[in-house]
């Protein structure tokens, strides 16, 4: 009876740790950029943010940049999402893009070697997907253009077949966000520092 009982635990524990395996998920790219320049503009300003081309945001994107922007000391007050009714002469527009891309070949070769034998290799089978993203800044004064540039950067995840993307998706978010959100920062201080010059 004892001995019955081991033996279905460690088949139960088998099976269990089998099933997770065909979950798992990889994350590279996008690690977190550290500003290089320090620096602030100082001042009010109004943020302006397009996020349409991001259809993995969920219209966090300006909200992620607007903290960002405020942590590293860009800007002493940043106006975003609502405009106040005296804004502010400095205006930073965002126009952010993402690109998504998956392997398609690769997918359909893996996807007939698991089928072919009967889901044994999944939880081994990896799958590929890039999160390109890119922004372009444009910082305003007034009806000058002080300054126009662009910012990239990209997320790669391998997963395995029954990896859950609402999982994964999250943490590309969170690092793609939190990398372009340095990025501009930082070139927003070489970019006043620029203009003083």
């Given at each position: 009876m004892?001995?019955?009982?081991?033996?279905?635990?460690?088949?139960?524990?088998?099976?269990?740790?089998?099933?997770?395996?065909?979950?798992?998920?990889?994350?590279?790219?996008?690690?977190?950029?550290?500003p290089s320049s320090s620096g602030s503009i100082g001042g009010a300003a109004l943020l302006r943010v397009n996020e349409a081309g991001f259809y993995w945001s969920n219209g966090s994107f300006?909200?992620?940049?607007?903290?960002?922007?405020?942590?590293?000391?860009?800007?002493?007050?940043?106006?975003?999402?609502?405009?106040?009714?005296?804004?502010?002469?400095v205006v930073l527009e965002v126009e952010a893009v993402g690109h998504f891309d998956e392997a398609v070949t690769w997918a359909f070769i893996g996807a007939t070697i698991t089928g072919f034998f009967y889901f044994v290799p999944m939880p081994i089978v990896p799958y590929?997907?890039?999160?390109?993203s890119e922004?372009?800044?444009?910082?305003r004064d007034g009806d000058r253009l002080v300054g126009e540039f662009g910012v990239e950067t990209r997320a790669r995840v391998t997963h395995a077949m029954f990896a859950n993307p609402e999982t994964y998706v999250e943490k590309v978010k969170e690092r793609t966000f939190r990398d372009l959100s340095a990025r501009i920062a930082?070139?927003?201080?070489a970019l006043s520092i620029a203009a003083v010059r």
């Open positions: 004892i001995r019955a009982r081991r033996t279905l635990t460690i088949a139960a524990i088998g099976l269990l740790a089998l099933a997770n395996t065909g979950c798992w998920h990889f994350l590279t790219g996008a690690s977190g950029y550290q300006g909200e992620v940049l607007r903290e960002a922007l405020l942590a590293q000391d860009v800007f002493d007050e940043i106006h975003y999402p609502v405009e106040p009714v005296d804004p502010p002469s590929f997907q890039s999160y390109d922004c372009l800044v444009r910082l930082d070139e927003l201080v």
